[in-house]
Every structure is written in structure tokens, then in C-alpha cells.
């Protein structure tokens, strides 16, 4: 089909501006000026010029508002402005991984073996700590330091924070669950 | 119309059919056909099976085409004429069959409830009897409630419609955008299921003596080894008065008294005493 | 967790704005108030009537704009005004599916003479309802089973959803087009 036959309908900046905005709003992807004309502007007789003009008049209606038109690469897009992420991010929650049995060895010994060191939980467990425990319970705020212990190599002792209590609903480590009696495991 | 296919009702041409087509032996009214225009079909027309599979797949049933024909006459449904309309159902039914059309039962069902009214109401005034009324009311009936339905489907068909009419604005996300991971969640019981697990490994357990009474002064331990951490830099050590709570009571004195004796024996603190009945000051170890 | 210790920052109208306008076109389905408080606002100390009357600003933002916030059954969410749907249709023509009369007459009866069970709906239509129908309704969501029968058979018995009612635009089940009057069947 012959373009020039097709666009022949004259189009008010107003409607423009609303067709525009529409197509930005349900493409699939980032549209250019030329994507527009093409999928969106057939029946009109527009220029390049016309539609970049709109879009800067569109740009400038969403400053400050909940979602903004940025370019990109292939063109323009509608996007939630940067300083919104955090907020929204509420929306995609998603659930981590469960605790791995070496978490939740390491926490238990840092709870009712406090304060602990690194050393000390690798003696007990017989394997190695990775910094990634300890840095998951961390940022957990489960567990923190509570100084050094005065052996060669001055290792950091761990202990369990107010946080760890809250969690598990706990006013005191007293609270936690007994351990089996020493008769269960003297054998 | 993968769903009309699978339809009991359907009407399809029947698999191997070596009818290449039939001659129409009486008018019949024809359908729209996909909205054209309507085909009044002379009596000598010879219409292709595939038209006619498609005339016919247009009715959802026996009630759509008796409202069909019933329309097409300009019939009043409330007062149906069953002579003619029995006459131009059976033609249809029987052109179905002639065809080799597969022929949904319902079809047939009705064709015989047609004839029965048809003969009823043949049948001597007197004889029927004054409370049975018209024995046409069922299917009248049955054939608005029917019109209502395909009306309303029709309306619905109608309706703006997603992807067709309104389209949903969509909008990426920030570039800087990170979704909120949730902590997982850990039970108490898993965390003393875990203990057990290395009490249960480690033979040597028998050493560290973890009891329930021993917890509150592993707590204090902590606490204290946590207090002189944070202490002024300038005066990094307590007053060993100041480590006890008088609110706690006989037995948090005596916590607190264990723990700093449990502290001393780990070296994990130094206790010092600057002159005679003096202050006791406690601190972390000197640092090599 | 108490929802009440969460909600606790406060939060001035013209972030609130920006971040409802910002969730609302970023959600895959229609918000409502009480969807929109406990994924994007949880955070924030914030009434229902707040929310409700900002989402009516932002509603007044977007008249005769390319996009405009259409309350559905679910929920509010952004979508292109009918009159510009012919210009925009063309493009996605394709993509709309279309629905055979036996779908949309089962459709229809669950619609307007929920609940009802499969029997009914054959009774009224004069012709079997195959599983095929039943199965493209609740795979679309259109309709759920809300019981059974109490008859010999306990046969299911179907309703339509709110998914329904978004897809066509529809609030509510009276806003379905009127059926047909005793008087419309004279002559």
C-alpha cells in the first residue's frame, strides 16, 4: 500500500497528544517516532517534527507525577521515576529461600552457646562457617559482636541481639526451649 | 468455533459423504450467512454441502432455529402457528438428514414435541380437557426464555471488551528498581531441632554442659562483654557496681555475679581494683 | 506481625498522589483501596477516605488525557478511553479473541441466572453443554463453581467472578445490559 495514500486525515495537536500518549501507554515496547507513526499514526498526515514535539509536551506534563516518559535506546517509554523504587517495591515481595540446616546450627549455638566465636561453632559443627552465615544472620540482625576474645588471633565473639528475642517472641534467652537432658545424648 | 465443534449440537458433514450436493425439493427460508445478505433459495439452487454445514452450524440448537423460522415468518411467538412452523422445522431437520448431516438428538426430540402439540391441538376442542390449557404454552415458554439468553449474548458480545476496546496502560519500572525480598521465616522448634541435630553429631558435646539455667548467664555475658564494647574509648572499663540492676532482685545479682566469674575464667574480661576497698573496675583485656 | 507497628511514617498528599498514580500503572490487576494500602502503603500511616479521595484527584488529573482511571469490579486501573479505541484497535485486531455463540450464551446464563448448574444451562439453551465451554470459562476466569445442588446428583453450580466483570469494564452485575422485556417479544 502506498503510504502517502493511506495518511490523508488531518489530526488537532490535541487529539495527537492523546493518541500519542495512549500508544505509549499500551505498547509492548519502548516506541521511537517512527514506530509511532507506523503502528499507531497510519491515517494521519503527521510530520516527525509534530510528534517530537508532543512528546516533549508529554514529558513535561508527567514531571513530578507517578510515572514519567523517558527515552531509552529504541525509544520512548513511560516509567515510575527512580525515587519511587523503594516504595514500590513493596508490591514485589518475594519470598527468600528457607534457612539452611547450617543457619540455623550456626544461630542455635550463637543463641545458647553466647558470647561464641567463629572458631568455637566450627569446633562443634565439625565443618567450616562461611562468611555468608554470619553475614546472613547479620543482616538479619539476629546475631552481632560483643567484643574479642583474648586468644592468639583475638577472634570476634558473637552473641544473639534483641531483635533475635523479639523475633521469636522471647523476653530472655531463659525462655528458650530447653535443650534434651545429658542423660539423652551421654550414651 | 473450536468450542462449536466440540458442541453435542453441532450439525458437521458427515466424514466420507460421496454426496456431491442436493436438489432442494421446497422452499426453505435461509439464514444470514456470516452476516450477508439473506439467500432465498430457488427450487432448483444447487448449493454446496459446505455452505449448507455452514447455514446449519449456525444454529446453537433446536430452539435457535425454530426462533429462526419463527422471526424470518414474522410469526407473533405468543401465538405461534405450529401447522406451519412443525412443516418448515421438519424440512430443515429432514435436509440435515438428507445431507448426511450428523443430527444432534435434541433436533429430533423437538421434531416429535412439534408433532405431538400439532396433534393436540387437531384434536376435537371438546375433547381437551378445560384445565390443560394451550399446548403450546411450554414451548412458547421455552423459546423466550431462549430469545432472552441469546439476546443478552449478544449483548455481551457487544460490551467493551479488553485488547479490543480498552486497553490497559502498562509502565516499566525504574531502572533502579529492586524488588523487597522477604526474610524467610524460622520456627523456634527448628532452631532446638538444629541444636539437637549437632548435640546428636558431636560426641564430644558432653563437655559444653548447655542447660536451660545456664542461659540466663550466657545472656549476661553478653551483655556485659557488650557494655564495655560500647564504653568511652577514653574510659573503656564499668564499675563492677554498675553491672548489677538492684531491680532484679537476689537472683539477678546472682546471674550477673556468675557471669562476670564465668567472663573472668574465659579471660574474655580483667577485673582491676586502683587502691584498697577502691572501686572494682572491670574491662576488656589489654590488648597485646 | 502487627500491621499497626508497620504503618507508621506519615506521608504528605503529594507523595501520596505520586505514589498511588505510580502503583495503579504498575499493578498486572485493578487496585483497590484496601489492595492498594497493603502492597504500595504499609509503610505509611494513611486512611481509606485519603486514599479514595486521592484516587478521585488523580481521576480529575486524567480527563481527556490518552489514558483515564476506570473503576472495575477488582479495582482502579489506567486504561485508554473508548473514543480513542478505533484509532488504537487496528494495531491489536488480531490479538482479541472472539467467542462463539455457545460460549457467550453459557456465559450469559451464568451471568444473569447465577447460580446455575450445567442441567440448567441445557435446559434453557435446549442443547447439550459440552465440557469444552464450561473449561474455556474457568480457564479465562469468567466463572467459578460456588456449590452444589442440593438435587439428586448434587450437581456443581456456577457463578461468574470479578475477572468477568474487569474484562468487560464493568463494576457490577447490574451494570450488565438489561434483558429483554415481555413487551420486546410481541409481534
Redesign the interface.
Known amino acids: 500500500m502506498n503510504p502517502d495514500k493511506i495518511r490523508h486525515k488531518d489530526i488537532d495537536d490535541a487529539k495527537l497528544k492523546r493518541l500519542v500518549e495512549a500508544a505509549l501507554f499500551i505498547a509492548e515496547k519502548p516506541l521511537s517516532v517512527q514506530l509511532l507513526k507506523r503502528d499507531f499514526l497510519i491515517e494521519y498526515r503527521v510530520s516527525n517534527l509534530r510528534i517530537r514535539d508532543i512528546i516533549i509536551a508529554i514529558q513535561a506534563d508527567y514531571k513530578g507525577r507517578g510515572v514519567e516518559l523517558n527515552k531509552v535506546a529504541s525509544g520512548y517509554r513511560f516509567q515510575t521515576p527512580a525515587e519511587l523504587s523503594e516504595d514500590l517495591a513493596h508490591l514485589y515481595k518475594e519470598k527468600a529461600p528457607k534457612y539452611s540446616r547450617a543457619i540455623l546450627e550456626t544461630l542455635a549455638l550463637i543463641a545458647y552457646k553466647q558470647p561464641i566465636t567463629r572458631g568455637e561453632i566450627e569446633d562443634i559443627r565439625g565443618v567450616a562457617v562461611s562468611s555468608n552465615i554470619i553475614k546472613t544472620l547479620s543482616d538479619r540482625n539476629w546475631i552481632k559482636t560483643v567484643g574479642q576474645k583474648e586468644v592468639p588471633g583475638r577472634p570476634v565473639l558473637y552473641a544473639s541481639t534483641q531483635e533475635f528475642l523479639d523475633y521469636f517472641s522471647l523476653t530472655s534467652l531463659d525462655q528458650l526451649p530447653a535443650l534434651m537432658s545429658m542423660e539423652d545424648f551421654s550414651g | 468455533?473450536?468450542?462449536?465443534r466440540?458442541?453435542?449440537?453441532k450439525v458437521t458433514l458427515a466424514e466420507n459423504s460421496t454426496d456431491s450436493g442436493v436438489m432442494l425439493q421446497q422452499v426453505l427460508p435461509f439464514a444470514l450467512l456470516r452476516g450477508e445478505a439473506i439467500v432465498e433459495k430457488p427450487q432448483d439452487l444447487f448449493i454446496p454441502p459446505d455452505a449448507l454445514e455452514v447455514i446449519l452450524e449456525m444454529f446453537?440448537?433446536?430452539?435457535?432455529l425454530l426462533l429462526y423460522l419463527i422471526r424470518k415468518q414474522?410469526f407473533?411467538?405468543?401465538d405461534l402457528p405450529i401447522s406451519p412452523i412443525t412443516t418448515q422445522y421438519m424440512a430443515y431437520v429432514d435436509l440435515m438428514k438428507d445431507i448426511k448431516l450428523e443430527l444432534?438428538a435434541?433436533y429430533l426430540v423437538?421434531a416429535s414435541i412439534l408433532a405431538e402439540i400439532k396433534s393436540r391441538l387437531l384434536l376435537p376442542k371438546q375433547a381437551v380437557e378445560e384445565d390443560e390449557g394451550d399446548p403450546r404454552a411450554e414451548l412458547v415458554r421455552?423459546l423466550?426464555?431462549?430469545?432472552?439468553?441469546?439476546?443478552?449474548?449478544?449483548?455481551?458480545?457487544e460490551?467493551?471488551?479488553?485488547?479490543?476496546?480498552?486497553?490497559?496502560?502498562?509502565?516499566?519500572?525504574?531502572?533502579?528498581?529492586?524488588?523487597?525480598?522477604?526474610?524467610?521465616?524460622?520456627d523456634?522448634?527448628?532452631?532446638?531441632s538444629?541444636?539437637?541435630?549437632?548435640?546428636?553429631?558431636?560426641k564430644a558435646?558432653?563437655h559444653?554442659?548447655?542447660?536451660?539455667?545456664s542461659?540466663?548467664t550466657?545472656?549476661r555475658?553478653?551483655h556485659i562483654?557488650?557494655k564495655?564494647?560500647n564504653a568511652d574509648k577514653k574510659q573503656p572499663y564499668c564499675d563492677f557496681s554498675d553491672l548489677f540492676t538492684i531491680k532484679e532482685g537476689k537472683s539477678g545479682v546472682v546471674v550477673t555475679f556468675l557471669a562476670i566469674l564465668e567472663l573472668i575464667k574465659?579471660?574474655?574480661i580483667e577485673c582491676v581494683q586502683t587502691k584498697v576497698y577502691g572501686e572494682i573496675r572491670v574491662c576488656?583485656?589489654k590488648?597485646?
Open positions: 468455533m473450536s468450542e462449536n466440540a458442541n453435542s449440537s446453537e440448537g433446536p430452539l435457535d414474522k407473533d411467538i405468543l444432534a435434541e423437538m421455552k423466550q426464555e431462549y430469545e432472552v439468553i441469546k439476546k443478552a449474548a449478544e449483548n455481551i458480545d460490551l467493551p471488551r479488553l485488547d479490543r476496546d480498552n486497553f490497559i496502560a502498562k509502565v516499566e519500572l525504574a531502572e533502579n528498581f529492586v524488588p523487597k525480598i522477604l526474610n524467610s521465616q524460622v523456634l522448634a527448628e532452631l532446638v538444629a541444636l539437637h541435630g549437632i548435640i546428636k553429631r558431636t558435646y558432653e559444653h554442659h548447655i542447660q536451660k539455667e542461659l540466663s550466657r545472656e555475658m553478653a562483654l557488650a564495655l564494647k574465659e579471660s574474655l576488656l583485656p590488648q597485646v
